[in-house]
Each structure stands twice: as structure tokens, then as C-alpha cells.
């Protein structure tokens, strides 16, 4: 799946030497629209691109979704709803499993915390962050360019809470624009089908092709407590698409990893991947068995299995690639003629030229430095109640600074979104919270050894489980309320406060920010630093005729409907409603929901169910719209294909290919399956409105 | 630890491009004695070299041991005996937290399922392997190979259950020797410690030095009921070692990788360690989370988890050597050295110059074939209760044959073993074999896919814990008697039985084969035909001088007491037992047990408690006698540090070390904790005679 997710940011193949065929997740004021019509007779305009811009929104969770009506209908994938689907359950009425419908409007139930953006304005604003930091280093670079962006955010949106204003880092530095967004956080659940039919095939078919995943979920943005109004909406489609027709995606992949260097490239191969990857399958282990103690526990631990089982998978394909002597020589080999451009213009290579040697240089204090750094800003410190703790106690002491000399995620533009992830009511599970941190100290202390400074502080005498204990059952910061009280109460309440999980963080927090600035001094600001001077050399020589590395921002790919070879098997590019009744076994994760079985005889078995097309995707694009040149749906993106996930490093269009669920299996399924007739009405009426 | 475990052969760095000092697990019949007087100015004898090699004994659960009285008293680590311990605790007299300690000789109890085997004949029976499968290849090179190993092994050792015979494999086929043991299946436990004291600091301070483990497990041979006569034995040390002095390691290192082609290193590093890491990692991830159900699925998954962590650990260091860019440069070097020196000899050249390109050629279709190779010969149906039902389903079949036609594990040689342990009173959990089974079957189909045709016959139409509990809750075989009966009964009883483990395992055993086969005609055989010319080619210019990769047999290596290098700090070679007291924080894997708190007063804390040594060792050297030049215990091999672990690959003896109990602690503890006097007296009157 192609959710880009908190936990990790995850995301095989040849590449070609230049920019290929339908490669490209293009920003909107930057799409290739000769190269289109080159490709496919078609040049999208300059209201296409408008229009497909406005009807596209964010999920700030992790994933993209579109308008689908005037009045605020949104679509995107079950897989990025279902974290509210499970927040919205508990233990009597589990809608993970039996799926929700809201008959009537006032059955609409609120999402704890969910954010849509809705991209409004680009603005190009890298000689103001340049110019702050040009000359300096270290901390000092790393201060200047956080005050800078603050600035700059502040500039526009101020702190109204429906804005959201991003300083988004294109090219790795090279360009960074504003990016100014229309937010809604009261966003409510409208439909979701049953995840059996939703995620058909489970772990062993994500990233896998042929498929039959029913995987749409369906919400609607709210402004002042009604319906908002949404003029720019995507149509469904009359007919849905064909082999060979062009197809576009307009979502926001997460993350790439295609401009990085060799160096680079070889430090995630060799020390990045072999750390994270049996770390990700140790805490799977964990769950998988942790969802045995009982039915309840299987509930609680679903969403994050699920994120974890996905996350896995995701990063396994890019170490794949990544372990692919062929596909590293292809890399290697467009560094060289990158290089060898550069070195012979006398004056790039006199002012970018060491720019390589210099990260690569790097990788070695990097490797030195990155245990600690990931401990204190990874999962350990980051998520669940002690992620809580550390946040009020950071944000408590941020916020009695200027706003521009804050650490960037306590900017006034950052606490508006972070006050809602706060304070919203999502359950908290105790025997989860306490297995996960158990897990998570023993990791720490496994990674950086028992000698090490900052594990001596975070166990002192107690075994990681017992302190994981004594932390969880003894914090009251499983209640909102209490979350609120101390962010609201600011320094005063996180220094007055006896809660033990917020008193253990105070102890760690001078040692997380040491850790983290020293890191980030010596290693980010003087890469980030070269990795401008590379991007300016590369402008200097390609221009931007090839689109930036992902950075969970709006852009649009375009493609093909297309089947693939698969180890010599050709794969057509549509399933049928007919293939998923045939793949059912009855047992999970190939059970299909009773409602799926009952309705099997008013079905038409030929409608196409999922389909696969060319489009450059990555995880971030989870719940895009799949649109035609009329820009009108034909499908809803919600994954990759198992050679889509060497995409991070590059795109192989050969084989890689994104995967939607057919426009035509969602309306057959929620008329016949769910009877979901108001939102049915609600797509038919806004495709001929 | 060092144990070499049946889970996974597991045993950072450089590397000089000669042998270096110190390195080298050398056969006792091509010893360098005089590189060691070069060294040391010492030079073993013959009767020294004879000496030590009757009295070292080895375990062949995986581990190494030593004689340490004329009346069979043996001894070894508890991580080598503490399955055997397990295997005799109950919930109500749990002996591995306990410990154990025979006062009489009556109190020594069997361990179910141990054998020693002490060597007494080495023989070479090269010409007649190799003679066998000249001009074959494929299935049928495998055949003869089997055949006549089958044949010399039979026609030395017969099918006397007290002698062992076993056609060992140098240099990758370049040399084939007959090893001949004496063999002992009556082995009684007479001595273990707490794990608490035996493992201190558990898996963080695995690999690790300074250290503090008092890792001794104490077992004795009997013959015919009786205490074994051992005239052959160590005798203890009176002072012990000294920094500086040459010391010998007399073991059963497990499995080397040194001789591999550069094609055969980076398959391993791109594919092989790449899948069994995570895989690991998440099998011990549900180890830690089943044993949270309760204290008996605490004793229960011990001693496997114990296994999974060390395997794990030692994966990972050897991934770290592989990922380092600078050690694969060396052994690439090694190698063009190697193909150099052939290829300036026309004679070697034409009959052996092509063998790496061939071994590189095979590794495309090796990874094509291995996943389904390695899911029907690894975990998913060689372990557990689906193991013992596949093996007695094929030993039944197997058994209809003559004895050189069969698969090599079924000849009558190894049917004695295998009916030893197949029919043992071993405690089986079906809780914990459920769980297993269930996440073997999870993974097969993971690694495979859904629609591979074995995991279609596999599964079913069921889902994988299902199908699990169904087999695991509906067998019988947890009996010994049962199993017994089953294997005694060969094919019509096998044939007969409607145990749904053995229906289950009959309706796989023929694909299981085909698969099998098919893997080694293609890969295995024309591997080995490879690595033998690679073989002959290196004796024909290097002779004997590079010791043969280990082979889990008796091999002997030199060194000296000497400290190391990490990273800057130097490490002493020294610990003492007052640091262990240090080192004791209460909590687990930190907490010492009563009797060493109790018993602090009466020691003498300056005692040493572990050392590290040069000597170039790996796993299955677990258990191994430290010896001084007098053929006297001065410690008891446990461990490696963390950069032995790349000692897979090559030697580094500027900080590859070794580390044992130290001798003098061993007796320390052994009167004052735990006043085990019988066995100090039989130490000490062996010491005297």
C-alpha cells in the first residue's frame, strides 16, 4: 500500500539513462505538458492543471484523496481512513471489521484528527532561505534556515488555524518554494467497506499484481460545522478507462531517494537498511503475537500491523534494488556523466565540483553519529505516550521563545496542526503502549550497548519492560484532557507535573536535544549545504527538465493503462469482480465479507476490479485519484506493483506500475454490495452537474 | 556465544592478504607446530598433539568439549547443555533458573538427547570420493557421492552404535578424510548454574567484552551404565594464564566461509542475509511476546529464543563485514591473486581456470531455485513435530533401499543418531509449537507467494495458524512412544497411520524431494565439481599452508592472552569477578542470582573472571578447553568479541578475539558459591594423578 507513513518513510528494476517514459511526479507549475503530447497527442492546459490541482487534497496523515462532489465528498483509500475507522470503534462495535455507512448526514461521525490541505498557491522563495544561510555552517546554517522558513510561513498564513503554509525543499535545496494550503481539520467518516474486502489478499498480495482490493474509503470535509462547499470536484467517469488510454495521477508521494549520491545511496545499502529492516520485522513479530492474547488485543494492534507489515515490504523492495549490482552500476554511471558535465565547466565544477566528495566524506561520521541520532528522533522517543511527554515538555519550552528561533516543529504554523494530534480523542491501548516501549528500550539499549550515556539514563537500574511498565500504568496522559491541561498550561504545568511519563521525559529531554543538535550541526547542515551545490550543477546542466524528488507535496504523474511482464508471465492490466470471487478461499486474508457473498448474483462478475498503469508513484500517493484526459475519474490509486518499489531510487517503466482500484468496480460495489445510495446519488449528481 | 546451533550455522575487520599470525583452525593432522615455535618458541609434539585431541570430545548437539577427570567427567558451557536442562525441568523444578547440581553420582540424570563423540582416526579416502563421481554430474554426481561416502563409512564403522564415522569434506573437496569417533549417547548432567549467572547480560553483552559469564556446564560420559573410562583428560591448570602467554583452543568450529568465490560472498551478502535477518528478527520478536503469556511460555521458548538472539547477533556481525565495502575489497584481491597465479600455468589453467566463471554463473539460477530449496530444507519442515513426521515418513521410505542408495541422513551411520534423537523424551509445548508452525507456514508463503503450486499444496484452503493448530492439536507424535513406534514400524506403519501430522507430511514428502533433487542437481553438484578444481588449483600453488575452512570437526588453533582496540578505548585482557558485582544492577539480564550475592563475602574478588585470547575460533567452539602449553585448562571457551563475528570470512588478529571463563574463576565459584565438592575433588585428585 501506498500510505506514506509516520512510522517509517517508506516507499526493482533497470533505469535508463535519461529521463524515461512516463517518469516523473511533476510539480504543478512545472508539468511537462509538450512531452505529454509528444507521448500521447494530448497537451494538458493550463485549466486542466488547475482544475485537477484545486479538486485534489492532502491527507496530512500520510496520504492523498480528491473532491468527489460540491458539497465536500472526498475519496482516498480504506487503508487511510482506517486509522479512524478503528478510532471511532471499540471493543462492541469493531467497523474495522463490519465496515461503516453513514445512512443519513447527521450520521457523519468526526474524525479524532484528521487534516486535508488543499493546495491554493505556489510561490518561489529560495533566495530568501539561501540567503539566510549563505555563509554559515552548523548550527548557526541549521538556526538561520529554520528562522528563515518560519518567517516566511508566518508572513503568509500568520495563525489562522484553515491555513497551513509549508517552505517545501525541492531538489534537495535547490529550489524551495512556499506552499500555501487551504486546511480543513474537521473532516468526518462517511463510508468504509470491511477491511477483509478492503485489503482482499492482506500482506501477501500488497505490492502484488494481479489484485482485487476494494480499497476506497470515503469522507467529507466540514467547514463551520456543515458541508463545505467544494467547487472543484472530480467527476466520475461514464465509461471508465482502456488498455492503452492515458491516464493521469494527481496526489503527493511521500519520499524519494533518486537525486542522493552514490555515497549515499551506498550508506543506505550497507548501514541504513541492514539496522531498519530486522528492527521493523522484530517489532512485526511482536505484533503478530501480541494480537493472540485475544480478540480485543487483535483490534488494537490492527492499524499499526498493518502500517508495519507495509512498511516492511516497502523497504525489503528498495534494499532489492538497491542490492542490485546492474541497477547501482546504472546509478553510478549517471553520477559519472553528471560529474564529468560539471568538471568540464571551470567554473561549476571551481563552485560545486567537491560537492560529492564532501558527502561522501560525510558517510563516515555519519555512520559514527546516526545510532544516537536515530534512537532520540526515532520510534523509541517519537511515538505512542512517551512521544506525548516528550512533545509537551519540548513544545513547553519552545513556546517561550520567538517564533522564529523555535525548533521547526513548535513554529506557530507546526502547533496548530500538532495541538490537534495532541488533544484529540484517540484511544490509548495500555497493554499495546506498554509492549511497544518495552520493545522500544530494548531495541535502544540493543543498538547503542549498555555503556552508552544516554541508555544508562533511560533504564538506570530498571529492565526496559518493567520501566515500560511502571511508566505506562502509572501516566494519566492516556486522557486528552490531561494532554490538553499541560500543552495549554505551557512551562508552569510540564515543571509542576508528577505524572511519571512526563517527569521521565523532562530527565531525557536536555540529552534528546544535545544529541539531536550535534547531529544535525555536523551532518545535515553540511550535506544539505553540498546537496545545494549539486542541485545547482545539475540545474546548470539539465535544467528542470527532470522533476524533484518527492517531498509529501502535490504533484502529477501521467501514464498508461498497461499490463507488465513478470519474470517472463505476461500480467493483463485488469482483473475482474469475477477473479476476486475465484481468488476467495474463506480463509483470511482471502475470506470475503458476508455482504460481498450474498450479493455475488447481482453482480456483473466482468466488471473490471483493479487495474494497473504506468504512472510514476510512491507511498504518499495512497487514495489519488486516477483521472482521464476529460480529467474525470477512472480510478482510485492504492498501491504499487512489487517492481514499483525500487521507484525510490528511480523508474523503470518497463515494469514498474501503479495500481488502482477500477472507477467502475467502486460504483458497482457501493450501489449493489452496500447500498450506499446517498453517496451514490451524491457522485451521480455532481458527474452531471 | 559460540554455540553452533541447528537453527542456522551462524559463527568486522580486515584482512592480510597471507596467513596471518594467529590464524587458522587447524586439522590435528596438519598442524603448524613449527609456525608456533616460530611464534612462540614452542613447538607441540606429537604426544602433545594426541593428548589433546583424545581428550577433547565433542558435543554433537553443535558445541565442542573436554575430559576432565579419568571418570568421564566432561566439561563444556551451560549454553551447551542447557536444552538438556531444560529438558529436565518442569514448572515446578525449573533447573535453568535453579541450576543444577548432582551431590552423588546418583543424582546425575540423563540428559534425553546428547552425544559425544571422541575422535580416534583420521584416514583419507580422497581418492575414492573423488573417483566415484569423476565424469559424473547432476543427480547423478550426487548419487555416487552419497553412495560411496555411504560405502567407506559403512565398511570402517559398520552399524555399531558406540563408533561414528564421518566422511568429511576439506578445502571444499579438495581433500576427503574418514573421521572416526568413539561414540557416547549416555551422558548425565551433573553440574549447570543459574542462566541468570551462566549468561550474564544476556543478549546485550553477547559478543561483547568485558565480560562476566561464568558459562560452564558439567556433563559425564557412562558406558554400559557406568562412568566412562577416560584416560585421555585435561588436567586443570594451577595458576592459570598470564597476559602475553600462548594458549591453544582445541574445538569443533562449526562453519567457515573463507574459501568462497567473490560471487558466492556477494550472493550472500545480496541475497541470503538479506532474507534471514528479517526473518529471524521476527520469528524472535513472537519468542518474546509468547513468553509474555505466562511463566511456563517463559521456560518453555528459553532455550530456543536464547538461539534465535545468538543467531541473529551473529548474522548481523557477519552482514557488517560483507556491507563493508574495504573487507570485500581485500578478499577480491585474494582472489585475483589466486586467478592469477592459475592462469600463469597453462596446465592449472586449462583444468581448473574456468571453475570461478562457472561458479559465478550458477548464482543466477541459484537464486531462481533457492527460496523454494531453502523453504523445503530450512525451518518450516525440518523443526518440530512436522520435522519428526517428515522424517520418519522418509526414513521409512528410505530404509526399503540399500544402504548407498539412500539420501545421506537415512544411511544405517546416521540412522543411529537420528533414532536417538527422534525418539528421546523430549518435552514438546504445543502451545509453542503451534506458534512456530504457524509463523513457518506465514513466511513460506510470504517468501514464496500465494500462488506458488508447493504453498497452494501447503495451505490449502486454510489459513496458516489454522492449519497449524489443526495439525499440532490433532497429533500424537508429542509421545516418544508414539514416534518410536512409528519409526520402528518403517513404511507399513507409516502407511497405516492416520496421525494428521503424518497424513499431512506424506501428502508433501514427494514435492519436498522433487524440489530437493531438482536444487541439487543443478546447484549443489556442479557447485562442489567447481570448488574441488578451485581446491586443487590452490593446493597445487599454495600446498596445505591455509588451514581448510571448519567443517564441525576437531580442529586445534594457537594465540595469546592479549587484549584489543575498540574503537579507540583499549580493552584489557582481564576481567575480574569483583567487576561482575559492578556490573550487577538487579535487574535482568543484570540480576545475579542469590548464591553469588550470598557467597560475595567468602570470594576473592581479584580473581580474573573472563579473558580474550587470539585464537582464531567460531561457532561450535562453544565448550572448547584454553589450554597452555602443558596441555593444561587455564579457561573455558564461551565467546567471541564483536569482531570475531566476521571471522566467518577471514581472520583479523588485531582484534578478532576470543573469550573463555577464566580457569581460576571456574574453581572459585564452583567451591565457594556453590560448594559443588564432589566434582572440585574430581578435578582436583585428575590434577594431582
Redesign the interface.
Known amino acids: 500500500m501506498l500510505r506514506f507513513c509516520a512510522l517509517l518513510f517508506v516507499s526493482f528494476f533497470t533505469l535508463s539513462a535519461a529521463a524515461l517514459a512516463d517518469e516523473g511526479m511533476w510539480t504543478f507549475n512545472n508539468f511537462p505538458s509538450a512531452k505529454v503530447q509528444a507521448a500521447y497527442g494530448f497537451r494538458p492546459s493550463a485549466a486542466f492543471l488547475d482544475h485537477v490541482r484545486k479538486a485534489a487534497v492532502r491527507d496530512a496523515g500520510g496520504c492523498s484523496a480528491s473532491f468527489i462532489s460540491p458539497s465536500g465528498l472526498v475519496m482516498t483509500n480504506h487503508h487511510c481512513v482506517v486509522g479512524c475507522v478503528g478510532q471511532l470503534s471499540t471493543a462492541q462495535h469493531d467497523f474495522v471489521q463490519s465496515g461503516f455507512y453513514a445512512k443519513t448526514a447527521e450520521d457523519e461521525r468526526a474524525c479524532p484528527d484528521f487534516e486535508l490541505d488543499q493546495l491554493t498557491q505556489i510561490s518561489d522563495v529560495t533566495a530568501k532561505v539561501q540567503g539566510a544561510t549563505a555563509g554559515k555552517t552548523g548550527d548557526a546554517a541549521n538556526k538561520a534556515q529554520n528562522a528563515a522558513e518560519a518567517q516566511i510561513q508566518q508572513a503568509t498564513c500568520g495563525t489562522d488555524k484553515t491555513l497551513r503554509c509549508d517552505v517545501v525543499s525541492l531538489y534537495h535545496g535547490g529550489i524551495y518554494d512556499l506552499y500555501r494550503y487551504k486546511r480543513y481539520t474537521d473532516v468526518r467518516l462517511v463510508f468504509a467497506p470491511q477491511y477483509n474486502v478492503a485489503q482482499f ?1 492482506g ?3 500488497n505490492f ?1 499484481f494481479p489484485r482485487y482490493d476494494f480499497d476506497i474509503g470515503v469522507v467529507r470535509a466540514y467547514e463551520n460545522g456543515k458541508p463545505a462547499a467544494t467547487p472543484d470536484y472530480l467527476r466520475w467517469s461514464a465509461n471508465g478507462s482502456k488498455a492503452g488510454e492515458l491516464v493521469f495521477v494527481a496526489g503527493n508521494p511521500g519520499s524519494t531517494s533518486r537525486e542522493l549520491t552514490m555515497a549515499q545511496l ?1 550508506y543506505t ?3 541504513t ?2 539496522e531498519q ?14 494480537e ?2 485475544g480478540p480485543e488485543q487483535l483490534r488494537e494492534a490492527h492499524e499499526i500491523r498493518f502500517y508495519v507489515e507495509n512498511d ?1 515490504k516497502a523497504l ?1 523492495g528498495r ?2 534494488a538497491l ?3 546492474a541497477f547501482m552500476a546504472q546509478k553510478a554511471a549517471q553520477e559519472r556523466k553528471l560529474r564529468a558535465a560539471v568538471a568540464a565547466d571551470a567554473r561549476l565544477q571551481r563552485a560545486d565540483g567537491s560537492a560529492w566528495d564532501q558527502i561522501a566524506r560525510l558517510q563516515t561520521l555519519r555512520q559514527q553519529l546516526a545510532p544516537r541520532y536515530n534512537a532520540v528522533t526515532g520510534f523509541t522517543f517519537e511515538s505512542g505516550l512517551l512521544g506525548d511527554a516528550l512533545t509537551l515538555v519540548e513544545s513547553a519550552e519552545e513556546r517561550t521563545k520567538p517564533n522564529a528561533q523555535r525548533l521547526p516543529e513548535y513554529t506557530d504554523q507546526a502547533l496548530i496542526g500538532l495541538e490537534q494530534q495532541l488533544t484529540a480523542p484517540i484511544p490509548v491501548y495500555p497493554d499495546l503502549e506498554e ?1 511497544t516501549l518495552g ?1 522500544a528500550f530494548t531495541k535502544t ?2 543498538v547503542l ?2 555503556d552508552d550515556s544516554l541508555v544508562k539514563k533511560m ?1 538506570g ?3 526496559p519492560d ?1 520501566l515500560a511498565h511502571r511508566l505506562v500504568s502509572g501516566t494519566k496522559l492516556a486522557d486528552p484532557a490531561v494532554r490538553k491541561a499541560l500543552f495549554t498550561g505551557g512551562q508552569a504545568a510540564i515543571t509542576a507535573s508528577d505524572d511519571p511519563m512526563i517527569v521521565y521525559a523532562r530527565s531525557l529531554d536536555p540529552d534528546i536535544r544535545a544529541i539531536r543538535k550535534d547531529y544535525e550541526a555536523r551532518i545535515t547542515a553540511p550535506s544539505r549545504a553540498a546537496a545545494e551545490r549539486i542541485a545547482k550543477a545539475r540545474f546548470a546542466i539539465y535544467g528542470t527538465s527532470v522533476d524533484p524528488d518527492a517531498t509529501f507535496t502535490l504533484r502529477l504523474s501521467y501514464g498508461a493503462v498497461k499490463g507488465f511482464d513478470a519474470n517472463g508471465t505476461p500480467v493483463a492490466p485488469y482483473t475482474t469482480i469475477a477473479g476476486l470471487y475465484e481468488r476467495a ?4 486474508p ?1 475470506a470475503l465479507p458476508e455482504s460481498w457473498l450474498a450479493a455475488k448474483p447481482s453482480l456483473n462478475l466482468a466488471t473490471p476490479m483493479n487495474l494497473v498503469t504506468t504512472n510514476d508513484i510512491i507511498g504518499g500517493n495512497s487514495g489519488s485519484p486516477l483521472i482521464d484526459k476529460n480529467g474525470d475519474i477512472v480510478g482510485l490509486i492504492f498501491d504499487g506493483n512489487i517492481y514499483s518499489l525500487g521507484g525510490d531510487f528511480g523508474y523503470d517503466g518497463t515494469r514498474n506500475r501503479a495500481v488502482s482500484v477500477d472507477s467502475r468496480a467502486l460504483l458497482e460495489g457501493l450501489s449493489k454490495v452496500y447500498h450506499a445510495d446517498r453517496i451514490v446519488s451524491e457522485i451521480e449528481a455532481a458527474r452531471h452537474s
Open positions: 489478499g500482506d501477501p498480495d502484488n551506498e545499502r550497507d548501514v537498511y541492514p529492516l530486522p528492527a521493523l520485522a522484530e517489532y512485526r513479530g511482536i505484533l503478530e503475537e501480541f493472540k492474547r516492511f525489503l534494499q532489492r542490492n542490485d549490482p509492549t520493545f539499549r540493543e550497548g549498555t533504564l537500574t530498571e529492565a518493567d478461499t474463506g480463509a483470511f482471502y
